[in-house]
T-cell receptor, first 113, second 114 residues
Framework: AQSVTQLGSHVSVSEGALVLLRCNYSSSVPPYLFWYVQYPNQGLQLLLKYTSAATLVKGINGFEAEFKKSETSFHLTKPSAHMSDAAEYFCAVGRRTGNQFYFGTGTSLTVIP | KAGVTQTPRYLIKTRGQQVTLSCSPISGHRSVSWYQQTPGQGLQFLFEYFSETQRNKGNFPGRFSGRQFSNSRSEMNVSTLELGDSALYLC?????????????FGQGTRLTVV
């Protein structure tokens, strides 16, 4: 069985501060992990994905995530928050192929000016 | 190139009715999957189609069904609508082959059941 848990349904940061969104996974096989972002009334956009090639994954818009097997974590970070980063963020675990994902419950990020 | 197109964007139906939602994938994509998003349950996988065949299915009642056409366009149908079916229905497309192909999501269809 595969699943992800996102800690913190709401996170607030000041503009320019570090963004840290937490995700822990559970998988009986090597996981394929993803972070998606959803803006209001929009679909999901892929930020980055882990495919076992490298533990530190860089994505779009300055985001990155580090895969830590010992901690079963895949936390999302960004060094400096921007107002445009305010959105809902979803961590997901997927199959090797295809687009069947198991999503976390999401974290709403608020950026305070 | 054009993204994933879902129609209609908004829909209001009455309990007991049925509804059909449409998804046009990105050109060349053969895999289409559907998700239900609600505030209480989050994003839940409904089913995935690849080359007109259902490849995976989530844990939803038989009232939820889908199909895929030869041009990869997909439809999902919900019969005997219940209030709890009110949700944002998202469609995602990908090439469906190869390792970890990126899935592109449409903007969704907002279904309200009254």
């Amino acid at each position: 069985a595969q699943s992800v848990t996102q800690l913190g349904s709401h996170v607030s940061v000041s503009e320019g501060a570090l963004v840290l969104l937490r995700c822990n996974y559970s998988s009986s096989v090597p996981p394929y992990l993803f972070w998606y972002v959803q803006y209001p009334n929009q679909g999901l956009q892929l930020l980055l994905k882990y495919t076992s090639a490298a533990t530190l994954v860089k994505g779009i818009n300055g985001f990155e995530a580090e895969f830590k097997k010992s901690e079963t974590s895949f936390h999302l970070t960004k060094p400096s928050a921007h107002m445009s980063d305010a959105a809902e963020y979803f961590c997901a675990v997927g199959r090797r192929t295809g687009n069947q994902f198991y999503f976390g419950t999401g974290t709403s990020l608020t950026v305070i000016p | 190139k054009a993204g994933v197109t879902q129609t209609p964007r908004y829909l209001i139906k009455t309990r007991g009715q049925q509804v059909t939602l449409s998804c046009s994938p990105i050109s060349g994509h053969r895999s289409v999957s559907w998700y239900q998003q609600t505030p209480g349950q989050g994003l839940q996988f409904l089913f995935e189609y690849f080359s007109e065949t259902q490849r995976n299915k989530g844990n939803f009642p038989g009232r939820f069904s889908g199909r895929q056409f030869s041009n990869s366009r997909s439809e999902m149908n919900v019969s005997t609508l219940e209030l709890g079916d009110s949700a944002l229905y998202l469609c995602a497309s990908s090439t469906g082959t190869g390792l970890n192909t990126e899935a592109f999501f449409g903007q969704g269809t907002r279904l309200t059941v009254v």
